[in-house]
């Protein structure tokens, strides 16, 4: 009768110490999923950011194209010598120097400007890069906000 008793008390222990083990595995693939899932989210994020900025500054440039060329195309039909045409090439060129030149002084006082935190030289976790990132994305939008030329 002892026998029999270990022997269910054993098979019991195993069947618990199964149950657990797979609660374990199950929990451990969850959180793998969750951090899948989370790492695809910061991505995204980031992949979004990238494109709304590239977006912006498309816009801005087809902007600033479209009013030089308006610009030109209004000087062309004023001109009646070929010197008028050529100083209104040199006028969309210089616009496009200065805007080049704009450009490069703004991303010149944002790398002035910006001081990025120690602790974001080498993040240790995805949770830290996005961290990181959304410090640098809110920082730039505060500097653009505030800049002026």
């Not at 935190?117 to 640098?136: G, I, W």
Request: proline content about 3%.
């Amino acid at each position: 009768m002892s026998s029999d008793y270990n022997k269910t008390w054993r098979i019991g222990l195993g069947i618990f110490a199964g149950v657990v083990v797979a609660c374990v595995l199950v929990r451990a693939c969850d959180n793998a999923m969750r951090q899948e899932r989370m790492d695809q989210t910061a991505a995204a994020v980031r992949h979004v950011a990238e494109l709304q900025q590239q977006e912006q500054a498309e816009a801005l440039r087809q902007q600033q194209l479209r009013q030089a060329r308006e610009q030109a195309a209004q000087a062309t039909q004023e001109a009646a010598s070929q010197q008028r045409a050529a100083q209104v090439r040199a006028t969309i060129q210089a616009a496009q120097d200065a805007q080049a030149d704009a450009e490069a002084r703004r991303e010149a006082a944002w790398q002035r400007a910006y001081k990025r935190p120690p602790e974001c030289d080498n993040p240790p976790t995805d949770k830290a890069l996005v961290e990181c990132s959304n410090k640098t994305l809110h920082a730039r939008e505060r500097f653009d906000a505030t800049y002026k030329p």
